[in-house]
């Protein structure tokens, strides 16, 4: 019993720093600019309407930013030209 007790403390204590470890690296990492610029465009508001998904990137771009273009009946939408032509030249 006594051992199982010594393992229960354990587990709590690595619960408690793995905790404040994590505290500690999101805070360094919001501190470090070269992961603000994501933070702050993750953490803007949409803008007006509605967001779509990037198929090449993978990024989610809104109504009036986003580079539409109808293909095969369906229209996409992407971030940039550069991904709509990779778009077009994968044929998909
Ligand atoms: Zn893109």
């Given at each position: 019993m006594a051992f199982l007790l010594r393992l229960l403390v354990w587990a709590l204590a690595f619960y408690a720093a793995w905790k404040w470890l994590r505290g500690l690296f999101q805070r360094w990492i919001q501190a470090d600019p070269r992961f603000r610029v994501r933070?702050?465009?993750?953490?803007?508001?949409p803008l007006s309407?509605?967001?779509?998904?990037?198929?090449?990137?993978?990024?989610?771009?809104?109504?009036?930013?986003?580079i539409s273009q109808?293909?095969?009946?369906?229209?996409?939408?992407?971030?940039?030209?550069?991904?709509?032509?990779?778009?077009?030249?994968?044929?998909?």
């Open positions: 933070s702050t465009q993750r953490d803007q508001p309407g509605h967001m779509h998904k990037d198929p090449v990137c993978g990024m989610y771009v809104a109504d009036e930013s986003a109808k293909h095969l009946g369906t229209l996409y939408y992407f971030c940039s030209s550069e991904c709509r032509e990779k778009f077009i030249s994968q044929g998909r």
